[in-house]
């Protein structure tokens, strides 16, 4: 899949944390976390595990830091 379309998903995906269970959330966080790793963004792929990190502990602000944070850099890729 040629990088824009990706980039595409991942924002998708990034959107989507708005809706669903906790586990849910966490699982689209870890997708976008391997698709960040296999383009080459380890930097990007870490923050996307602190996000995933900061839900599990209950700490939205940080989760919602993060995933703009994520959104904005992603969008960049392109």
Do not use: W, Y
């Amino acid at each position: 899949m040629p990088t824009a379309a990706r980039v595409d998903v991942l924002l998708s995906i990034l959107n989507a944390t708005d809706v669903g269970t906790l586990d849910s959330v966490a699982d689209k966080l870890r997708q976008v976390q391997e698709e960040l790793r296999g383009l080459d963004q380890p930097e990007l792929a870490a923050r996307a595990d602190e996000a995933a990190r900061a839900l599990r502990r209950g700490d939205l602000a940080e989760f919602k830091r993060a995933r703009a944070f994520l959104q904005s850099k992603i969008g960049h890729l392109r």
